[in-house]
Every structure is written in structure tokens, then in C-alpha cells.
């Protein structure tokens, strides 16, 4: 080093100055591969985004025709002596709407088969819904079959050779006259929000598994949010250091690294095979994630509830606060923030898992809104699954428009999450 | 090497003290800390702990609340009582323990909330008041009696963190008087503040005794002259002279004592 007086170093020296213009051009270049990565990443997410929105836009609209039903009581099958309004009311919603529909269909648009199968049944719940309508004559807009939605909507190639195209000259030549009747229109799909799952890819509807999927996260986290909590606190604050609470602590870690199918055969195996419960069940998807959450709750709680500055739980003891006061009362609070991260991560897992529920039988068929955490229900990953499996045209913009509705539950899972943290961080 | 403490006539020990440690031994895991440390702690003076560094001074002082608890490794040997009272028995409860003898720490360490809630969380949890009033009372008393009243009455709202770091401390002294102890343990409490931050805490020290029996851990000897009337010197885990502040400072008898008075160690 520098003896008394002379100073042998020289920060002006060429070698110097070389050395701080290196120094530039590595800070330079370091911040540009970050910001490419960035780059990267973000336009990745972009085209994602593009690619499903612009596939599943069309999801949320679908063809209607316009036929004047005539709600006839002897087509209906319906008794006028059904007087009391309750008989009245069993009635319609027994009468098969199918023969009036059809009949309806060849008479205006020359063919029963440009209507959706299952558009009977909207007509069916108006007349439910509102039993003076029979006997009048109604412009009522049905569900169009599949084929005038893929023409509505523009997607049938007219370059290709008319026997490619997937749909008959026929039919495009009845298209054609409906819409210069102006018969044929395309509207908000009310169905998709509404519905459950159906064979008849322009009648499937998101709503069924979305409430599956809001019924299983529900017990998913009724159940790892409380045990996972209470499992880092006890690890953290009671647990003495052994050898025991080690294998513990190694366990959990091993846990949260253990794929997820792994947990499905182990809820396969609990809840189906040794207590019996119903398969398909939300009350079984819940428990069957909640073991995969569980790990990744206590991991994150027991990081949080570390990270709480000693000097608070010293604070909190030296005034007298019993063990079980200063968990509650300090730690848990300044650690909230840190512990609901973890579980919101969890849960977002949990969210989009599918493997472990397809092995529990949730890839079963189900048309019904589930009402219950025991009935059997599907999810939207699963859901987003078995739709991408189909082979009809209309199931591949659903398939988008369910990724649509599931991307858009898990960023308002996260805003959530993001709104609690900044509620509960303090600083200090 | 470790000679028996030399113990002024000024300071004789009987039982019969607010407090009194006897024969006291810290160990962490194999290493020993504290070594037979026999002490008496009393309301009409204050006790100051000097000493170098690594000495012992905060793993003995932290005997007296059974901080150590919290610390797996460490075993505490001997006896310390309270009113007669062995501290270290079983049957003795940890939590009114740590009510009766008070602790300020060497960092302030407010609680991330209001500074209304720093000083009632003690009375609180401890119900010693039922009623808000009762409440109300109590945290203008303890802030008053820590000279922070005034500073702080417009705004007990705000955060107990938000302060500086003078008017931290004497927030946790108050909130520490707050449970009304019979004993205040200090460690370093003046270490992260400016001199008249420091001297104010030091009119508070005195302001309090007669009511607390105080314990002060400093490194700063002018203040254990300003505010001790008794001073202990420990020296690797020893206690090596106990007596008179002003004796200590003036006339240590022990050469260890001596050398670090006039600054040869430490
Ligand atoms: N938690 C602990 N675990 C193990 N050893 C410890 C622990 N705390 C203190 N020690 C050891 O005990 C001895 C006494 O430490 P202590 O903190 O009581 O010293 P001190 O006199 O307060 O020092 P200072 O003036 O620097 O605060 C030191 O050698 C220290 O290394
Ligand atoms: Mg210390």
C-alpha cells in the first residue's frame, strides 16, 4: 500500500480509465441480456394471449336462426284441461318440443338439420317460464346447428373443392338465402356462460366446471390453508430441533417436489378405494389437491414466519406475552402477507392441475351444474382437456374460450392476492 | 486465573433484596458465559454492568427475565430470586416472570403498530385495564413518565415505527413501565442514539428510580457514573469487583477492573 507521502496510485493512469470503460461496457451489456430476456419472454406471452384469444373469441358467439314457432297445444301434447296452473305447469315442461321445432324448421328453412339439436330446450324453459305463450305464434331465434355456425362465422374455406369444404353445397346454398331474409344472425353465446358440458359442441357451456372448479378450490383450501398454517407454526415455533422434526422438514420439501399425478393415484387410492367416496366429487378433487398444496403452504409459512425480525418476538416476550400471544398477536400478522403469497401460488397450482383429477374420475361426462360438493363436476383444466379431445369443429374455439375463462379466474385469483399483501404488509 | 470477586463493604449482600443471583452459571452448549455470578439488585439505586465485549454482561442480565429460555443451547445454573421467590422453578409462571421484570432491549424494537397499541398491548394482555378509560389513563401515564408524551399526544395513532430512534426507545420504555414492573433490565438501551437522545433517557433512568429496581448495561462508562450507584465489572464471564459507582470509578481495587477503568483493556 501506499507509503507515507508517495502515492504510487494513479486513478487518472490509461490502465485506470481502461479499466473503468470496461467496467461500462460489462454493465451495459449485462442490463441488455437482461432486457432481451425480458423481451422474450414477454412477446412469448403476447403471442400466447393472441393466438387463444383469437381462437376462443368466437367461443362467446354463436349462430341463431329465426323461425315463427307456433306453439300449437296439440303438437305440444298438452291437455287444455290441464286448468290448475301447477298441472298447467308440469305439463310444458313434459310436452316434447322436439316434433314443433322440427316441423317449424322444414316448413321455413327447408331443412330440419340447419337447427341445433338441443335448440329445443331454450324454447322449452321460455314456454316454462312463461306458459301464456301458448296457442300464439312467436319469431323466436334458435340455436343454429354447427355447420351455420362455422358459415356464419366465416370459417369454411370456399378455395377448397366443394367435397373439402366440410360442409355440402346444400347447406351453404340454404345459408345463403337465410341471411338475405335476414334470418340468421350471430349473438352473444349466453349458453357458454350458463351451461354445462354437452355432446353438441354449440350447446357446451363453461359454467358447470367453473362452478366445479370454484367447489374444489374451495375445499382445497378450507382444508391446506388452516393445516398448512398451523404445521409451520408448530414446525417453527414449538417443534424441538431433533432428529425426527429434520425428516419432517426434509419430507415436506421432498412433498412439494413430488408431480402431481403421484398425489392423484394416492387420492385414488384414499378417498375412493379405502373410504368409498363418490368418484368425480369436488369433495375428492379438493382433498386430492389440497395433500399438493399443503407442502407449498407450509414451505412459504414457515419462510414468513422466519423472516419476522427476532426483535419483535423479543419485544412481545419481554412485555409477558405468552407463546400462543405472540404467535397470534405478532408473528402471524407481520407474516400474513408472506404466508398468503404461498397459498395463493398453491391454490393457482391447484387451479390449473389435471393429471391427479383425471384419475379420481373427473374426467367423467357431466351436463349438470354440480349443486353440491358431493355430486359429481369437472373443472376447467379438465374440462379444457376432454373439449381438446373432441373432434367437431366447434369444440376447438371452446377449447380457447375455456382457456380464456380459466386464465381469467387465475388473474383474479392473483389480484386478490396482490390486494390482501398490500392490505396487510406494514413497515417498519 | 479467576480470582473471587472482590466485593465492597459499601455493597454487602444479604438476602432480602428486590432481587439477588447467586452463584449463577450460563452455559452455551459446552461454552461457559457466565461463572458464579453472585449479585443483588434493588429499588433505591441502579445497578450498571460494565465490561468488554463478549464479557457476559446480556447473557447474566437476561437471567433476571428468563430471555435465555428462548435460546435452545443455553443452560442456566444456579439461583436467582424475586421477593424470596427462586425464579427458575417450575412452578414459577415464565409470563408474570417477564410482567415483573421489564426489559428494554439494546435496539428499539416498537411493535409494527400504533404507538396507542405499544403501550396498551402490555396492560392488555395482562388485564389490567377493563374499561378504555382505564386504558386511556394508562398509556398517557407511561408516556408521560417517559418524557414522550408531549411529542407524541396529537398523533398516538400513527405508527410505533415511524419515530426516531431516541423516541423509539423511550417508547419502549414506556411500554415496558406500562405493566407497572417492580424491575427494569437495560441493555445498552442508549447504544443507537445521539447524546441528547441519551441524556434525556438518562433523566428518565433516574426520574424511575425509587419506583423499578434498575439494571443498566453499558459500554459507556461516564454514563454508568451519571446513573448508577452501584457498578459490577464483569471480565470473561466473572464478576470481578461489585461496589459503589463512585468507588468503582475512583478506587477499583481489583487490576483487572483498574486496567479497563483507565482504558489499558476493552
Ligand atoms: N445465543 C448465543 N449462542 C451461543 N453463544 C452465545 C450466544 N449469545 C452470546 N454468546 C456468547 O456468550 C458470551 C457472552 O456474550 P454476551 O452477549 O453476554 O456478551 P456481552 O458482555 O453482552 O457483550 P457486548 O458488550 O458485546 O454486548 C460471548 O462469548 C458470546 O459469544
Ligand atoms: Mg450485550
Given at each position: 500500500?501506499?507509503?507515507?507521502?508517495?502515492?504510487?496510485?494513479?486513478?487518472?493512469?490509461?490502465?485506470?480509465?481502461?479499466?473503468v470503460?470496461?467496467?461500462?461496457?460489462?454493465?451495459?451489456?449485462?442490463?441488455?441480456?437482461?432486457?432481451?430476456?425480458?423481451?422474450?419472454?414477454a412477446?412469448?406471452?403476447?403471442?400466447?394471449?393472441?393466438?387463444?384469444?383469437?381462437n376462443?373469441?368466437?367461443g362467446?358467439?354463436?349462430a341463431?336462426?329465426?323461425?315463427?314457432?307456433?306453439?300449437?297445444?296439440?303438437?305440444l301434447g298438452?291437455?287444455?284441461?290441464?286448468?290448475?296452473?301447477?298441472?298447467?305447469?308440469?305439463?310444458?315442461?313434459?310436452?316434447?318440443?322436439?316434433?314443433l321445432?322440427?316441423s317449424?324448421?322444414q316448413?321455413?328453412?327447408?331443412?330440419?338439420?340447419l337447427?341445433?339439436?338441443?335448440?329445443?330446450?331454450a324454447?322449452?324453459?321460455?314456454?316454462?317460464?312463461?306458459?301464456?305463450l301458448?296457442?300464439?305464434?312467436?319469431?323466436?331465434?334458435?340455436?343454429g346447428?354447427?355447420?351455420?355456425d362455422?358459415?356464419?362465422?366465416?370459417?369454411?374455406?370456399?378455395?377448397?373443392?366443394p367435397d373439402?369444404?366440410?360442409v355440402?353445397?346444400?347447406?351453404?346454398?340454404?345459408?345463403?338465402?337465410?341471411?338475405e331474409?335476414?334470418?340468421?344472425?350471430?349473438?352473444?353465446?349466453?349458453?357458454?356462460?350458463?351451461q354445462?358440458?354437452?355432446?353438441?359442441?354449440?350447446?357446451?357451456?363453461?359454467?358447470?366446471?367453473?362452478i366445479?372448479?370454484?367447489?374444489?378450490?374451495?375445499?382445497?383450501?378450507?382444508?391446506?390453508?388452516?393445516?398448512?398454517?398451523?404445521?409451520?407454526?408448530?414446525?417453527?415455533?414449538?417443534?424441538?430441533?431433533n432428529?425426527?422434526?429434520d425428516?419432517?422438514?426434509?419430507?415436506i420439501n421432498?412433498?412439494?417436489?413430488?408431480?402431481?399425478i403421484?398425489?392423484?393415484l394416492l387420492?385414488?387410492?384414499?378417498?375412493l378405494?379405502?373410504?368409498?367416496?363418490?368418484?368425480?366429487a369436488?369433495?375428492?378433487?379438493?382433498?386430492?389437491?389440497?395433500?399438493?398444496?399443503l407442502?407449498?403452504?407450509?414451505i412459504s409459512s414457515?419462510?414468513?414466519l422466519?423472516?419476522?425480525?427476532?426483535?419483535?418476538r423479543?419485544?412481545?416476550?419481554?412485555i409477558?406475552?405468552s407463546?400462543?400471544?405472540?404467535?397470534?398477536?405478532?408473528?402471524?400478522?407481520?407474516?400474513?402477507?408472506?404466508?398468503l403469497?404461498?397459498?395463493?401460488?398453491?391454490l393457482?397450482?391447484a387451479?390449473g392441475?389435471?393429471?391427479?383429477?383425471?384419475?379420481?374420475?373427473?374426467?367423467?361426462?357431466?351436463?349438470?351444474?354440480?349443486?353440491?360438493?358431493?355430486?359429481?363436476?369437472?373443472?376447467?383444466?379438465?374440462q379444457?382437456?376432454?373439449?381438446?379431445?373432441?373432434?367437431?369443429?366447434?369444440?376447438?374455439?371452446?377449447?380457447?374460450?375455456?382457456?380464456?375463462?380459466l386464465?381469467?379466474?387465475?388473474?383474479s385469483m392473483?389480484?386478490v392476492?396482490?390486494?390482501?399483501?398490500?392490505?396487510?404488509?406494514?413497515?417498519? | 486465573?479467576?480470582?473471587?470477586?472482590?466485593?465492597?463493604?459499601?455493597v454487602?449482600?444479604a438476602?432480602?433484596?428486590?432481587?439477588?443471583?447467586?452463584?449463577?452459571?450460563?452455559?452455551?452448549?459446552?461454552?461457559?458465559?457466565?461463572?458464579?455470578?453472585?449479585?443483588?439488585v434493588?429499588?433505591?439505586?441502579v445497578?450498571?454492568?460494565?465490561?468488554?465485549?463478549?464479557?457476559?454482561?446480556?447473557?447474566?442480565?437476561?437471567?433476571?427475565?428468563?430471555?435465555?429460555?428462548?435460546?435452545?443451547?443455553?443452560?442456566?445454573?444456579g439461583?436467582?430470586?424475586?421477593d424470596?421467590?427462586?425464579i427458575?422453578d417450575?412452578?414459577?409462571?415464565?409470563?408474570?416472570?417477564?410482567?415483573?421484570?421489564?426489559?428494554?432491549?439494546?435496539?428499539?424494537?416498537p411493535f409494527p403498530?400504533?404507538?396507542?397499541?405499544n403501550?396498551?398491548?402490555?396492560?392488555?394482555i395482562?388485564?389490567?385495564?377493563?374499561?378504555?378509560a382505564?386504558?386511556?389513563?394508562?398509556v398517557?401515564?407511561?408516556?408521560t413518565?417517559?418524557g414522550?408524551?408531549n411529542?407524541?399526544k396529537?398523533?398516538?395513532?400513527?405508527?410505533?415505527?415511524?419515530?426516531?430512534?431516541?423516541?423509539?426507545?423511550?417508547?419502549?420504555?414506556?411500554?415496558?413501565?406500562?405493566?407497572?414492573?417492580?424491575?427494569?433490565?437495560?441493555?445498552?438501551?442508549?447504544s443507537?442514539?445521539?447524546?441528547?437522545?441519551?441524556?434525556?433517557?438518562?433523566?428518565?433512568i433516574?426520574?424511575?428510580?425509587?419506583?423499578?429496581?434498575?439494571?443498566?448495561?453499558?459500554?459507556?462508562?461516564?454514563?454508568?457514573?451519571?446513573?448508577s450507584?452501584?457498578t459490577?465489572?464483569?471480565?470473561?464471564?466473572?464478576?470481578?469487583?461489585?461496589?459503589?459507582?463512585?468507588?468503582i470509578?475512583?478506587?477499583?481495587?481489583?487490576?483487572?477492573?483498574?486496567?479497563?477503568?483507565?482504558?489499558?483493556?476493552?
Open positions: 500500500m501506499s507509503q507515507s507521502g508517495t502515492r504510487k496510485l494513479d486513478w487518472q493512469s490509461k490502465e485506470m480509465q481502461a479499466r470503460r470496461r467496467r461500462y461496457v460489462r454493465e451495459r451489456r449485462f442490463r441488455r441480456v437482461g432486457l432481451g430476456a425480458v423481451i422474450i419472454a412477446s412469448f406471452l403476447a403471442f400466447l394471449l393472441f393466438t387463444i384469444t383469437s376462443g373469441i368466437g362467446f358467439r354463436r341463431e336462426l329465426a323461425l315463427d314457432l307456433n306453439y300449437d297445444p296439440a303438437i298438452i291437455q287444455a284441461s290441464d286448468s290448475s296452473e301447477e298441472a298447467a305447469a308440469t305439463a310444458v315442461s313434459r310436452a316434447d318440443f322436439r316434433p321445432l322440427a317449424a324448421a316448413a321455413q328453412l327447408g331443412d330440419s338439420s337447427v341445433s339439436e338441443g335448440a329445443w330446450l324454447v322449452r324453459d321460455q314456454v316454462v317460464e312463461d306458459p301464456s301458448i296457442g300464439t305464434t312467436q319469431r323466436v331465434w334458435v340455436v346447428a354447427p355447420n351455420m362455422i358459415l356464419a362465422k366465416g370459417q369454411v374455406d370456399f378455395d377448397l373443392a373439402r369444404r366440410g355440402s353445397t346444400a347447406t351453404v346454398a340454404a345459408y345463403r338465402t337465410l341471411r331474409e335476414g334470418r340468421i344472425r350471430l349473438a352473444f353465446n349466453s349458453g357458454f356462460l350458463t354445462a358440458d354437452s355432446t353438441n359442441s354449440e350447446l357446451a357451456g363453461i359454467w358447470g366446471a367453473l366445479g372448479s370454484i367447489l374444489t378450490m374451495a375445499i382445497t383450501l378450507g382444508i391446506s390453508f388452516p393445516l398448512g398454517v398451523m404445521t409451520a407454526v408448530y414446525l417453527e415455533e414449538y417443534a424441538p430441533k432428529k425426527l422434526t425428516i419432517i422438514e426434509v419430507s421432498n412433498l412439494a417436489a413430488v408431480p402431481s403421484i398425489f392423484g387420492g385414488l387410492a384414499v378417498f378405494n379405502t373410504f368409498g367416496m363418490q368418484r368425480s369436488p369433495v375428492v378433487g379438493g382433498l386430492t389437491l389440497a395433500l399438493m398444496t407442502p407449498v403452504i407450509v414457515r419462510v414468513a422466519k423472516s419476522v425480525p427476532p426483535s419483535i423479543d419485544a412481545a416476550l419481554g409477558g406475552a407463546r400462543l400471544q405472540v404467535i397470534l398477536h405478532h408473528l402471524i400478522p407481520v407474516a400474513l402477507p408472506g404466508i403469497t404461498g397459498t395463493i401460488i398453491g393457482s397450482r387451479l392441475e389435471t393429471a391427479p383429477l383425471l384419475l379420481i374420475g373427473m374426467r367423467a361426462f357431466v351436463s349438470d351444474v354440480p349443486e353440491g360438493v358431493t355430486e359429481p363436476a369437472t373443472v376447467l383444466p379438465v379444457i382437456f376432454l373439449w381438446s379431445d373432441e373432434v367437431g369443429r366447434g369444440f376447438v374455439e371452446k377449447t380457447s374460450a375455456a382457456i380464456m375463462v386464465l381469467t379466474v387465475l388473474l392473483n389480484a392476492a396482490i390486494y390482501l399483501r398490500n392490505k396487510f404488509e406494514r413497515r417498519w | 486465573m479467576p480470582d473471587a470477586t472482590v466485593v465492597h463493604d459499601e454487602v449482600m438476602d432480602g433484596a428486590k432481587m439477588t443471583a447467586r452463584d449463577v452459571d450460563v452455559f452455551y452448549g459446552e461454552k461457559q458465559a457466565v461463572d458464579k455470578v453472585s449479585i443483588d434493588d429499588s433505591h439505586y445497578t450498571a454492568f460494565i465490561g468488554p465485549s463478549g464479557c457476559g454482561k446480556s447473557t447474566f442480565l437476561r437471567c433476571f427475565n428468563r430471555m435465555n429460555d428462548t435460546i435452545d443451547i443455553a443452560r442456566v445454573g439461583r436467582i430470586e424475586l424470596g421467590k427462586d427458575y417450575p412452578k414459577m409462571d415464565v409470563v408474570q416472570l417477564r410482567a415483573r421484570v421489564g426489559m428494554v432491549f439494546q435496539k428499539p424494537n403498530k400504533s404507538i396507542y397499541e403501550i396498551a398491548y402490555g396492560p392488555r395482562h388485564g389490567l385495564a377493563s374499561a378504555k382505564d386504558m386511556d389513563e394508562i398517557e401515564r407511561s408516556l413518565r417517559a414522550l408524551w411529542e407524541v396529537d398523533r398516538l395513532d400513527e405508527s410505533g415505527t415511524a419515530m426516531s430512534g431516541g423516541q423509539q426507545q423511550r417508547l419502549c420504555i414506556a411500554r415496558a413501565i406500562a405493566v407497572d414492573p417492580e424491575v427494569i433490565l437495560m441493555d445498552e438501551p442508549c443507537a442514539l445521539d447524546p441528547i437522545a441519551t441524556a434525556r433517557i438518562e433523566e428518565l433516574d426520574d424511575l428510580r425509587g419506583n423499578y429496581a434498575i439494571v443498566i448495561v453499558t459500554h459507556n462508562m461516564q454514563q454508568a457514573a451519571r446513573v450507584q452501584r459490577a465489572f464483569f471480565h470473561l464471564g466473572n464478576l470481578v469487583e461489585y461496589g459503589g459507582t463512585e468507588a470509578f475512583t478506587n477499583p481495587r481489583a487490576d483487572r477492573t483498574r486496567d479497563y477503568i483507565t482504558g489499558r483493556f476493552g
